[in-house]
């Protein structure tokens, strides 16, 4: 089974602002995130002999939120005795803040500054003023990515899809107008 939650529209308050300064559009986004914080706690705890898996993708926008954070705090803290894998996908490490401790296995694809490289590489427990090492996270494209496993082990990895179709239908890159 396949259960997907797309949540185009909600607009979460930034984090500390007071519940009172909630514009009507933020309060409803919170109520609506909270009853999908309840869904998929609900199907993560489940059956616990079956494994099940929690994709996350643009984790920033419920990183920015007090609320949001609660839910994947939950989440991640409920996965492994509800068997369930937890996925987050985000642009920028430094969204994760506390909740990175959490996390047990790391892809760091392709990063843009030197600063985001060395704070990918710190966060993986390598030398960030590794001039070799920064210059290749930079320069990965195409699936190329550097792996932190379970056991804290780095090594680079290539990862290929099977096919172009599933390429396409998981590419999340902005187009332009008119462009496939």
């Not at 259960?3 to 308050?13: A, F, Q, S």
């Not at 030398?127 to 699936?143: T, V, Y």
């Amino acid at each position: 089974m396949i259960v997907t939650i797309r949540t185009p529209g909600l607009t979460l308050p930034d984090p500390g602002a007071s519940r009172e300064t909630y514009t009507r559009a933020e309060r409803v986004s919170v109520a609506t995130l909270s009853l999908i914080a309840a869904l998929a706690l609900k199907l993560v705890s489940g059956d616990r002999s079956r494994h099940k898996v929690v994709l996350l993708d643009e984790a920033w926008f419920l990183l920015a939120s007090t609320q949001g954070r609660m839910l994947l705090n939950r989440l991640v803290r409920l996965g492994r005795s509800a068997n369930t894998t937890v996925l987050l996908a985000s642009q920028r490490l430094a969204d994760l803040g506390d909740l990175s401790e959490l996390v047990g296995t790391y892809f760091l694809f392709g990063q843009e500054s030197d600063a985001e490289a060395a704070r990918a590489l710190r966060l993986i427990g390598l030398d960030p003023d590794d001039g070799h090492l920064l210059h290749s996270l930079k320069g990965f494209r195409q699936g190329r990515c550097l792996m932190r496993d379970l056991k804290g082990r780095v090594g680079e990895l290539q990862v290929d899809l099977a096919s172009d179709a599933l390429l396409e239908a998981l590419d999340t890159t902005p187009r332009r107008e008119g462009e496939k």
